[in-house]
């Protein structure tokens, strides 16, 4: 089993049809999973499943599916702010979620906010949220961010710094990062990527405010992202950034 306050966790592709036990053998620092969806991932019962609504198309059926996962967290709405991404307006964002997600939240489910990227406008876009969902004494129960880019310190500032704009008081999850150029054919080196993500998940670790963390990607290939940030090799098995992450 994964150390009991283990915040480490796996992105994990709805397509991915690799087994996830090599992440999680006895010993694992990896305690949970969400996979972009409500559904949750096949033979993955032996750590902590989050359904995930993406957008707001069969938003209805979240409340069943998370019963039938037996989960107590949910996370909400995947890069709202971006068009090729979940593409919804704050107002819509906010009219699904106190349609359906406050009720669960009423009912004891801790929700999450939309997931914004480190996209200049993201910031406005969840305060404009949460200024809508606060006015019909609605409310997020941690803050969901993601992060992409090269350097350590361009990573902490942003954390630091979207989470003092938005809400202070709150915890935040990461639920995507990564180290990256954004150039798949000439991506960051070996040892520059897997040298941020074994300094971040200590750094991370070591903040109180911060309760969870996903790196992507727990997937044979990264796209764009870049090959040395991919935690499966092309036959499936760990990289050694990903027996890294698992294990240190």
């Known amino acids: 089993m994964p150390p009991a306050q283990s915040k480490r966790g796996l992105c994990w592709p ?15 620092r990896i305690s949970w999973l969400y996979n972009w969806s409500p559904q949750a991932t096949a033979n993955a019962t032996s750590i902590d499943f989050v359904p995930m609504q993406w957008n707001h198309v069969n938003i209805d059926d979240l409340p069943g599916k998370t019963q039938a996962a037996n989960a107590t967290t949910i996370i909400a709405f995947n890069e ?3 068009p090729d991404q979940s593409n919804m307006t704050p107002e819509l964002a ?72 938005v809400d202070e008081r709150k915890p935040v999850w990461i639920t995507e990062f990564a180290s990256t150029n954004w150039d ?9 990527v897997e040298g941020f993500m074994r300094e971040s998940v200590r750094y991370l670790d070591s903040l109180e405010w911060v309760e969870r963390y996903a790196w992507f990607g727990a997937m044979r290939d990264a796209g764009t992202v870049g090959r040395w ?14 027996r890294a992450y698992r294990d240190e």
């Open 184 to 192: 798949r054919d000439a991506p960051l080196g070996r040892g520059h």
């Open 14 to 28: 709805t397509d991915n049809t690799d087994p996830v036990f090599p992440f999680t053998k006895p010993g694992s």
């Open 229 to 242: 940030a991919r935690m499966l090799d092309d036959e499936g098995r760990l990289t050694d950034l990903g």
């Open 94 to 165: 906010a009219r699904e979620w106190l349609r359906c997600i406050e009720p669960m939240r009423r009912a004891g489910v801790r929700c999450g906010s939309p997931g914004i990227s480190s996209a200049p406008h993201g910031v406005g876009w969840l305060q404009d949220f949460l200024r809508r969902i606060r006015a019909e004494g609605s409310d997020v129960d941690f803050l969901c961010l993601h992060w992409y880019g090269v350097e350590l310190g361009q990573f902490y500032d942003y954390l630091w710094s979207a989470r003092f704009q």
């Open 80 to 82: 709202p702010e971006l």
